[in-house]
């Protein structure tokens, strides 16, 4: 490792350089912009590195929980393995454009006996009361599990069951909480996220992606159980088709499933949305079912700053919100994002305006 650091050092040295002066004139052009509640941008912290915020409304406040960041020292890989994240922390916030709270650390890799590394992306759901932070990690044997934990409050701290929710795999949970009561888990994301290694929920032998001219891998949705611990029934495969009906297929990589599931719904439509991976783009397709099928609709947000990038959307106070991540305030090393947030706009049609995110497209 110490001979690549060598050999690239004076490359990443001028690379980071140029994205900082980037960052830096950025970084003023976004503090004379709008309050985000007027339309403009904002980083939610700078004194930690926190990425994947699943956003939610409890209570009248809003709530964030993302991952947390940190430089485990490990070398970039298609694999993820320098996401070496290990702990969580929740953030509230009174109002869009007002102070951010960091509850501090509500879960660590240590007090869930199942956890082996890389505790990825989380979520949260509230019912009757209590408050459950669903999370992926890799088991001791470095398959990804689903796992969950509970609070009596939603900023936490939380207790993990002991073992993780039977039938899970893969990662990026996200929990929808339907109109008729009924919570939904989406989740799912190849490569590093390991969705190749399955299909119909089955562990396969020798996983790899389908052909290019084949269906895409899609992402997996399973009905929660009602104490919101299990799945209530084996997850299943969702379907994304083009305007045609026809699936997106394994090679279609600018609208193809990768990772990163989230779920709302909008003037009584479901609104699937996630990211294209290796593509860099956060698209959505709409349906009339949390099942689907979704009939892929276009781009939320172009590429941003680093690898790619993670969201959810809330509507808060009377406005609909996009939270991402980027990394272009660590100079743009992909393993250390900072959270964001702008507002969200529709068109008449139901159709989402799409947001610039500042990267560039590979």
């Known amino acids: 490792m110490k001979k690549y650091v060598l050999r690239g050092m004076t490359f990443a040295v001028v690379a980071t350089s140029l994205v900082l002066m980037a960052f830096s004139n950025g970084r003023k052009s976004e503090q004379s912009d709008k309050k985000v509640s007027e339309g403009g941008t904002r980083y939610l912290v700078k004194d930690i590195y926190i990425a994947d915020p699943s956003a ?4 009248g406040k809003l709530y964030i929980y993302p991952s947390h960041d940190i430089d485990a020292g ?3 890989d298609d694999n993820g393995d320098h996401f070496a ?7 509230s916030m ?16 240590d007090d869930v006996p199942w956890v082996g590394r890389q505790m990825w992306a989380p979520d949260a759901a509230e019912k009757d009361g209590k408050y459950y932070l669903y999370f992926p990690a890799k088991d001791k044997t470095d398959i990804f599990r689903i796992g969950v934990a509970v609070s009596d409050k939603p900023e936490g701290p939380f207790k993990a069951e002991a073992n993780p929710i039977r ?5 990026d949970p996200a929990v929808f909480k339907d109109d008729d009561g009924k919570y939904y888990m989406y989740f799912g994301g190849i490569w590093g ?4 290694r399955y299909r119909n929920g089955k562990a396969i032998e020798c996983g790899k992606e389908p052909a290019d001219n084949e269906p895409e891998l899609g992402p997996q949705v399973a009905r929660m159980s009602d104490n919101m611990l299990q799945f209530a029934e084996a997850p299943r495969t969702i379907q994304i088709l083009d305007k045609n009906g026809k699936p997106l297929l394994a090679g279609d990589h600018n609208r193809r499933f990768f990772e990163a599931s ?3 719904k909008y003037h009584g439509k479901y609104y699937f949305s996630y990211s294209t991976g290796d593509t860099h783009k956060l698209c959505y397709a709409i349906g009339d079912s ?6 892929y609709q276009g781009v939320i947000l172009t590429p941003v700053v680093g690898w790619t990038t993670h969201h959810s959307i809330v509507k808060f106070q009377g406005k609909w919100y996009l939270f991402y991540h980027d990394a272009k305030p660590s100079g743009g090393k992909t393993w250390l994002r900072s959270v964001k947030v702008t507002e969200l706009k529709y068109n008449k049609d139901g159709s989402i305006q799409t947001i610039d995110g500042g990267g560039v497209s590979e």
């Open 56 to 59: 939610h409304v409890f209570n």
């Open 74 to 76: 490990i070398p970039q």
């Open 85 to 91: 994240m290990r702990d969580y922390h929740v953030f």
């Open 94 to 109: 009174d109002n869009i454009d007002g102070k951010v709270t960091d509850h501090g650390v509500v879960l660590d890799e």
């Open 167 to 171: 039938g899970s795999f893969s990662i």
């Open 193 to 196: 996220g390991q969705l190749q």
């Open 262 to 264: 989230w779920m709302h």
């Open 290 to 295: 949390p099942y689907g099928p979704f009939t």
